[in-house]
């Protein structure tokens, strides 16, 4: 690892790794460099790694360092993406497969794309879109969390740990949209779509290794909840701390209200 990407705290949380880091920049480089190492140990025993990408300013530090990390064989890798508005043109830059395929798809030399299309009935592309993840079982996720902890589109008033579907149509809370007035995506809460496809937390919890990218201030008060409160489906993020095999990188600011001792 690059000593100037090192993390300044590591610890756990109940069985969630979390990594402490001095900026969203070497956050970002840290998380893509163990991605990156996961892929490539997954590459030296399977044909093809699937992996689902988030698509969020959360995530630009990361990708752009995962697209430039040496050895992966990208012709070797499907990517999947956790979530899409419903009803926005398909060229639209908010849409999160053109978020992803500027940021990272565009990049690399992928084997396949299976993007989520918000603009297919709901019903019929929560079923295809299910199916894919049945026949290329996801083996990373990389994520980010929300503003009122969800993960993917699961607000607190539609998550589920128990889901029985891999793929649904959500209604999004104020704070998911405000989220994207906050980050720059939309310039009114008007143009934020009220409806989204969203993998569901099983369709993200089930990967054996999620790596989970989450700088900044605006997000301090999620970090804390996510680490500090009961885990349950009001603070969908919690569920993390159950998973076997997942790290939380975040920075000074996203964890500025941690009581972290070495």
């Given amino acids: 690892m690059n000593p100037n990407f090192s993390p300044i705290s590591e610890f756990s949380v109940d069985k969630l790794k979390v990594k402490l880091f001095a900026n969203r920049q070497s956050l970002g480089e840290s998380a893509a460099e163990q991605a990156a190492a996961a892929i490539l140990s997954l590459q030296a025993n399977q044909a093809i790694v699937n992996i689902i990408f988030a698509a969020a300013p959360s995530q630009n530090e990361f990708l752009d360092a995962l697209a430039n990390q040496p050895g ?10 956790m979530d899409e508005y419903i009803g926005l043109p398909d060229d639209a830059p908010q ?11 565009d990049k690399v ?6 993007y989520i299309d918000g603009n297919n ?44 579907v891999l793929v649904k149509k959500v209604g999004l809370d104020l704070t998911s949209r405000w989220q994207q007035v906050h980050d720059g995506c939309f310039a009114s809460l008007e143009q934020v779509p009220e409806y989204a496809l969203t993998l569901t937390i099983p369709a993200l919890v089930k990967a054996p ?14 970090i804390h909840h996510t680490l500090t409160d009961a885990i349950s489906e009001d603070y969908p993020s919690t569920i ?23």
């Fill in 72 to 81: 992966i064989a990208w012709e070797r890798v499907n990517a999947f993406h």
């Fill in 109 to 114: 030399p992928l084997n396949a794309i299976y």
């Fill in 240 to 262: 993390l701390r159950q998973h076997d095999n997942a790290t939380l990188f975040i920075d000074q600011d996203s964890g500025a209200l941690l009581q972290i001792t070495d």
């Fill in 121 to 164: 009935d709901p019903d019929v592309e929560c079923k295809r879109y299910e199916a894919l993840l049945h026949a290329y079982p996801t083996d990373i996720v990389c994520m980010g969390i929300g503003e009122n902890c969800h993960i993917a589109f699961n607000d607190p008033h539609v998550a589920r740990f128990g889901d029985p």
């Fill in 209 to 222: 290794a999620i790596f989970c990218m989450v700088p900044a201030a605006h997000k301090a008060e999620a």
């Fill in 95 to 105: 849409r999160f497969g053109n978020f992803l395929k500027n940021g990272l798809f």
